[in-house]
């Protein structure tokens, strides 16, 4: 007989909170996993949501934001993004990133998807959205961010995910799922 695969097959012996700042908490855990065996395991909640916006003009270019990321010490391209606190919507806070970082406001958003971004040891979830119908405006990053932002031809953002010029998780996953969706025929300009 096999074991129901969507029951939790883990077991909570103990848990106490190691760390906590206003992004994250993280707990350490002493449980029975899956095999039935004592262990532990470390888990960072993230108390905002990750939003990223693909914002694509009427000539097919987008805009990637290019920023030093202190946690890879390295300099990274992405689409605009940030954090979704509790109490707002990920669309408003899309619409807030994308004017932040890149100095745009869109006429229509589409719902793109959802994602866990490293569900090994963390929660951190995520929304996407494709932003069209875009005015241009004055940015204003937070004072933790040095940006950069670039225009780029869409099929380029495509190429540079496929180069690995773009290895930021969730502008992989938006990326790759808007290229998908527009070679099925499911997404238009």
């Known amino acids: 007989m096999s074991a129901n695969k969507?029951?939790?097959?883990?077991?909570?012996?103990?848990?106490?909170?190691?760390?906590q700042n206003a992004w994250i908490r993280l707990n350490h855990y002493k449980v029975?996993?899956?095999?039935?065996?004592?262990?532990?395991?470390?888990?960072v909640h993230f108390?905002?949501?990750?939003?990223?916006?693909?914002?694509?003009?009427e000539t097919l270019h987008t805009y990637l934001v290019g920023q030093y990321?202190?946690?890879?010490?390295?300099?990274?391209?992405?689409i605009p993004e940030g954090g979704c606190p509790e109490n707002e919507t990920a669309l408003s806070a899309a619409k807030r990133e994308l004017m932040e970082e890149t100095g745009l406001q869109a006429e229509k958003w589409?719902?793109?998807?959802?994602?866990?971004?490293?569900?090994?040891?963390?929660?951190?979830?995520?929304?996407?959205?494709?932003a069209t119908g875009l005015s241009k405006y004055k940015s204003a990053?937070?004072?933790t961010e040095q940006l950069a932002v670039k225009k780029v031809a869409l099929q380029q953002a495509f190429e540079m995910?496929?180069?690995g010029t773009i290895t930021d998780a969730l502008s992989v996953l938006a990326l790759q799922k808007l290229q998908l969706l527009w070679m099925q025929g499911k997404w238009k300009a």
């Open 47 to 57: 108390k905002n949501k990750a939003v990223g916006v693909i914002p694509i003009d």
């Open 161 to 163: 995910v496929e180069n």
């Open 6 to 19: 969507e029951v939790n097959p883990w077991i909570i012996l103990d848990e106490q909170e190691v760390y």
């Open 141 to 143: 990053p937070e004072e």
């Open 110 to 130: 589409e719902y793109l998807g959802a994602a866990f971004l490293s569900n090994s040891v963390t929660d951190e979830a995520s929304e996407f959205f494709v």
């Open 69 to 78: 990321r202190f946690t890879i010490q390295q300099y990274s391209w992405e």
């Open 32 to 43: 029975i996993n899956p095999s039935g065996k004592e262990g532990i395991y470390g888990k």
